[in-house]
């Protein structure tokens, strides 16, 4: 895994930002994989930037969210749908016929078979070009907790405490987080061509530290990105303070050569 770290957020961001531009620009239907939570936010806000400012097209890009709480409307505050389309869908020009988000209103026995039409409609679209991820606490992406399989495919999931109690900020009381999620699998996010893990601030250290430098194991399953052919980490200094080889990642980073920035 290629990790790139940068002194804050925001420029990471921009890095990770740019790198889905040249996705974009060269492929305009792009199937883009996203993510929700404070992580993503600033990569967000480049991207509705570079679209106002210097006219990244998203008008034939496609995408599909990783997850979203079972329960939840659409047009509850704490939804995923909510979260996208405030936060980026309403400020680009897609197509909402493009975007997918995991439904949080199926229930019951109707959910296995509409986890497998969600993998049936990323299969059709060709697959995901590049999949955005954040790392919970605990090293889970998407609401993939530890110990869930590493070859898993979208479904059912139930939270940990800790994830509910990390999430209950965007919740009026933790009483009120859902405790199922409809979920992309593990094998899901590794089928993407390319994946862009983002982390910041000091509480991702250790979850961090597991993914990147740890063994390969279901108790972090970030770190199953090791084992991804184009997997790149966006990291703050505080995110990046556990890894070991850090002088070397930013050493690696200064010598690139020129030909290899753009990749
Ligand atoms: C949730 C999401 C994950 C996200 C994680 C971290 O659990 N399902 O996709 O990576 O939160 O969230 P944050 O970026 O807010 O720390």
């Not at 699998?185 to 597991?210: N, Q």
């Not at 770190?223 to 990642?249: C, M, N, T, V």
Request: charged share 25%; hydrophobic share 40%; aromatic share 8%.
């Amino acid at each position: 895994m290629e990790v790139i770290i940068s002194k804050d957020a925001p420029s990471s961001s921009t890095l990770a930002a740019a790198h889905i531009a040249r996705v974009i620009r060269e492929k305009p239907d792009a199937v883009l994989g996203l993510a929700t939570g404070s992580t993503p936010l600033p990569l967000y806000k480049e991207l509705i930037r570079l679209h106002r400012e210097e006219g990244l097209d998203f008008s034939n890009v496609r995408t599909f969210n990783l997850d979203e709480y079972l329960g939840l409307a659409p047009e509850h505050p704490a939804s995923y749908h909510h979260f996208m389309w405030e936060n980026f869908f309403s400020r680009v020009n897609i197509q909402a016929t493009q975007v997918h988000i995991p439904s949080g209103l199926i229930s019951g026995p109707e959910v296995p078979a509409y986890c497998s039409r969600y993998e049936e409609e990323i299969r059709s679209a060709g697959g995901i070009d590049v999949q955005i991820l954040g790392i919970g606490s605990d090293g889970h992406i998407g609401f993939n907790e530890p110990g869930s399989s590493l070859a898993s495919r979208t479904r059912i999931k139930t939270l940990t405490q800790r994830t509910r109690a990390d999430n209950a900020r965007f919740f009026s009381s933790e009483n009120e987080v859902p405790h199922h999620v409809i979920t992309m699998g593990i094998g899901t996010i590794m089928d993407a061509r390319r994946v862009l893990l983002l982390a910041f601030g000091a509480g991702k250290a250790e979850a961090v530290s597991g993914a990147v430098e740890g063994p390969v194991t279901a108790s972090n399953p970030a770190s199953i990105l090791q084992l991804h052919p184009e997997a790149k980490s966006f990291l703050d200094e505080e995110a990046a303070s556990g890894l070991k080889r850090r002088d070397y990642y930013r050493w690696v980073f200064e010598k690139k050569p020129s030909w290899q920035r753009d990749l």
